[in-house]
């Protein structure tokens, strides 16, 4: 037990490198901001530090000023960071946000280079949307403060450092003082001797690569006055406490550990089970077989879905595996309706709350969740449970119409299930082509064990034992193709058919992917000039027209008599929509302004983006010859919405290129 344990403990730390929690070589304004930049916009990061960390306020990082070229970079390396944090959190249900400060670098005594937060202070990054966009931080109202303590971790496995639970305790304390000098004796107390550079300004963080990483000797540390806003992963750490107490149980010689015992033993049996049953055969003819109204299936099943919920009763473990979409969410709502109905408990825990989620929807739509409890943060959802406790105890909704009903609907199926035997027996007869259904079965392999499933019914007829052979080579040959070429994500799926199709053909399709793909790059590079996201192809062809009126006098280098006068007019009257789009609804100052320049340059970029992607959208169309209309349709929604698809472009030609002959020989099968 006691090393079972110890292994799934160990499973739980990421102590590589590329735990940013551990090693952090360099910022991504995907994952991290570096709180020192704020002073490019006259900002003092230790005043946002006290703020957070001392006075627990909410304080405001950026607002976005379209006159202030610092405010839009760091608005964007802002906005960069909190979608990818809200993509974690739709997918996992985790936020795991935090000011690091301050850092400490160095070498393990195994040579392993560390350079992470000491400290995590648990943040909410909030946008704020007015006039230009406004960057908000807020401490996290149920959250504490806490020791890094991935970090820890690697440090006590890889240079013997005892790390005991008081001082993760006083680390929520000690991590509000912002004094450096507390900080080393603190450190010292727990045996960890480090340095302090004495600098008391924070200073910008400095990317590194291997060949660049600082060298130290092994078992020196140092205190670093950086500040970083970044995603440090906690999730897996947290449970660890957990893992030492059971650990510590069994130290103190007490092995019951309860329910978690006896999953983790899961499996430990004197008896082997075979390797390609549910349950021994003989324990399945000793359990008597369930009648009709003792199953409460609320969603359909087929005969495999069925037996795995019958196994569930006379088996301790059981894995069920399979693809998306065979089943698997629609055997987990069938289990908790049969214990429900059964009057039992019933656990499920998931990795992601995705999971969780689609679970409790289906049960919620069959008028089950009264019956259920959603639980994805302990503090948040403990009222919502304790009411549904509540109200579970408080009614009776026993329904006798319902129970009659029910034991009809039940001998009903009970009477299918006998007819459907009695065709079974079909199984053994001689077929007019020579077969048993029987003989068939034998010669085939089970249907999840095969590839591909081919429709042969329009040369069913044709088929009889003295020419299955040579049909079966004729299907294998197209089987062989259909393996490379049939599957959903082969790039060139949505093509028509090439039967027809001549080697000059191949030229053509190739040609046009060619011209489309320049065209592709070239509107993501004019896209990538906006951060307006309503900025599109398609609403570059609805002004167009209007554009094209004054292109030619947006270049500053040409001198045109009324050039600034056409200007003037077109900004404040034809182009005034336009222009408000691009300054985002604030006031234009004019030709003389300062944004004028970079509003020039946007215009100009706009039009070509208009002319560019039309072109690509005009040649997409000649590809309607060789591909589906609805592939055309969606390559077209998604050129006008921005989406441009350059890397489907570059693969389709690349296939093409590859595969045009094998994909013609094929289709003339």
Avoid at 8 to 37: G, H
Avoid at 397 to 419: G, M, P, T
Avoid at 432 to 455: N, T
Wanted: aromatic letters at 10%; charged letters at 30%.
């Amino acid at each position: 037990m006691k090393e079972k344990l110890t292994v799934l403990k160990d499973r739980l730390n990421d102590l590589s490198r590329r735990n940013r929690s551990i090693c952090m070589l360099k910022s991504s304004n995907k994952w991290n901001f570096d709180l020192s930049e704020l002073v490019k916009i006259n900002k003092n990061p230790q005043d946002i530090l006290a703020g957070i960390i001392k006075n627990n306020s909410k304080v405001e990082l950026v607002t976005q000023n379209v006159r202030n070229d610092e405010s839009l970079n760091l608005s964007g390396k802002l906005t960069t960071l909190y979608r990818n944090l809200k993509s974690i959190e739709d997918e996992t249900g985790l936020y795991d946000l935090y000011i690091g400060y301050p850092f400490i670098s160095g070498s393990m005594l195994d040579g392993t280079y560390v350079r992470a937060p000491l400290f995590l202070h648990p943040v909410k990054l909030e946008r704020i949307k007015t006039h230009g966009t406004k960057w908000m931080l807020t401490t996290m109202v149920d959250s504490e403060p806490m020791l890094n303590r991935p970090l820890f971790l690697a440090m006590q496995k890889m240079s013997d450092l005892y790390v005991p639970d008081e001082m993760y305790d006083e680390a929520v304390e000690k991590s509000t003082e912002l004094e450096f000098l507390s900080w080393l004796i603190w450190l010292k107390k727990y045996n960890i001797n480090i340095s302090w550079s004495n600098v008391k300004e924070i200073q910008p963080f400095e990317n590194y690569t291997q060949d660049t990483i600082p060298q130290f000797k092994k078992g020196e540390f140092q205190l670093n006055n950086h500040a970083i806003l970044g995603h440090f992963p906690q999730g897996n750490s947290a449970i660890l406490r957990d893992y030492e107490d059971f650990l510590q149980h069994l130290e103190e010689g007490d092995v019951d550990l309860g329910m978690v015992g006896e999953l983790i033993n899961v499996g430990e049996v004197d008896r082997a089970y075979a390797a390609d049953n549910l349950i021994d055969t003989a324990l399945a003819d000793e359990s008597p077989k369930k009648e009709e109204k003792d199953k409460f299936f609320v969603l359909d099943t087929d005969a495999s879905q069925e037996e795995i919920i019958d196994s569930i009763e006379n088996t301790e473990g059981l894995v069920v595996h399979g693809p998306p979409g065979t089943g698997k969410s629609q055997v987990i709502v069938n289990i908790i309706a049969n214990a429900v109905a059964s009057q039992k408990k019933i656990l499920l825990v998931c990795q992601k709350r995705a999971a969780l989620d689609v679970v409790y929807q289906r049960l919620d739509g069959l008028g089950l969740s009264a019956s259920v409890s959603l639980l994805h943060d302990e503090k948040k959802d403990r009222t919502v449970l304790y009411r549904k406790l509540h109200n579970r105890l408080s009614k009776d909704e026993y329904a006798q119409d319902l129970e009659v009903e029910y034991e009809q609907l039940s001998n009903k199926i009970q009477s299918c299930e006998d007819e459907l035997n009695t065709i079974a027996t079909g199984l053994y007869e001689t077929q007019p082509f020579g077969f048993r259904a029987y003989d068939l079965y034998g010669r085939g392999k089970p249907v999840s064990q095969q590839d591909i499933i081919l429709d042969l019914s329009s040369v069913l007829k044709a088929m009889n034992k003295n020419n299955l052979d040579e049909v079966l080579t004729k299907i294998l040959s197209y089987g062989d193709y259909y393996s490379r070429f049939g599957q959903e994500n082969y790039p060139l799926k949505d093509r028509r058919s090439f039967a027809k199709l001549e080697i000059k053909d191949r030229l053509t399709i190739v040609e046009i992917f060619k011209k489309v793909s320049e065209k592709a790059a070239k509107s993501i590079h004019y896209l990538e000039h906006f951060e307006q996201e309503d900025i599109t192809p398609e609403y570059s062809w609805a002004v167009g027209n209007k554009l094209e009126k004054i292109y030619e006098d947006l270049n500053p280098e040409e001198k045109k008599t009324l050039q600034k006068l056409r200007l003037w007019w077109w900004t404040s009257f034809t182009g005034k929509t336009i222009v408000e789009e691009l300054i985002e609804g604030e006031n234009f100052k004019g030709l003389s302004s300062k944004e004028w320049p970079k509003l020039r340059e946007s215009l100009k970029i706009l039009y070509e983006l208009s002319n560019v992607s039309g072109e690509m959208t005009k040649e997409v169309r000649q590809l309607s010859p060789y591909f589906e209309e609805e592939k055309i349709k969606q390559y077209h929604n998604q050129i006008s919405k921005g989406d441009i698809p350059l890397s489907d472009f570059e693969k389709q030609q690349e296939f093409v290129i590859q595969d045009f002959e094998d994909i013609r020989n094929m289709d003339r099968i």
